[in-house]
């Protein structure tokens, strides 16, 4: 079953890069009480993610903050440490959380993974953003083609805030 407004989100460990090295955080450690505008993408460093999902959401990141989100998070199904890189080359002025779902642990509780294995990337995540509320999600934007964004970019997001 795939996720949709009005649901909570589903239990979840992520892996996240710290000055300490990898650390495993929880849904609720990102989500709980908190207002979370959420970026998942089928792969760090793929075109389409690369050079146009996370410009979208980094050109317009402070103004999502000053609509009252409290954390930036983008999520993919890559180890710790490519999304560490894949931070250090897209975001600039530290604005958002890197989830690595190294397993799509997450993706799959979601219903929302996909199989690339035909052009060897494995399971991946489906293309979508959402406002996350303390857990509850309140807006949900899934692309029907995993290679554009159309609908899941962060000026779409913030249109919705």
């Excluded at 300490?20 to 450690?29: A, F, I, N, Q």
């Excluded at 089928?42 to 050109?59: D, E, I, R």
């Excluded at 440490?81 to 250090?88: E, G, N």
Aim: proline share 3%; glycine share 10%.
């Amino acid at each position: 079953m795939t996720i949709k407004v009005g649901d909570r989100l589903p239990e979840a460990k992520f892996t996240v890069m710290t000055d300490e090295g990898p650390k495993t955080r929880t849904t609720d450690e990102i989500f709980k009480g908190k207002k979370v505008a959420l970026f998942a993408v089928p792969g760090a460093y793929t075109g389409t993610c690369h050079k146009m999902h996370m410009p979208s959401v980094f050109q317009n990141a402070a103004a999502i903050k000053a609509k009252g989100i409290d954390t930036i998070a983008v999520v993919a199904v890559n180890d710790v440490f490519v999304m560490k890189a894949w931070k250090r080359d897209t975001d600039m002025k530290d604005e958002a959380v890197y989830l690595a779902d190294g397993n799509a642990e997450f993706t799959k509780a979601l219903g929302l993974e996909f199989d690339g294995s035909g052009h060897g990337l494995g399971i991946r995540s489906k293309r979508y953003s959402m406002l996350v509320d303390d857990g509850v999600v309140k807006t949900f934007n899934l692309e029907a083609n995993p290679g554009k964004v159309e609908v899941s970019g962060g000026d779409t997001l913030l249109s919705q805030l």
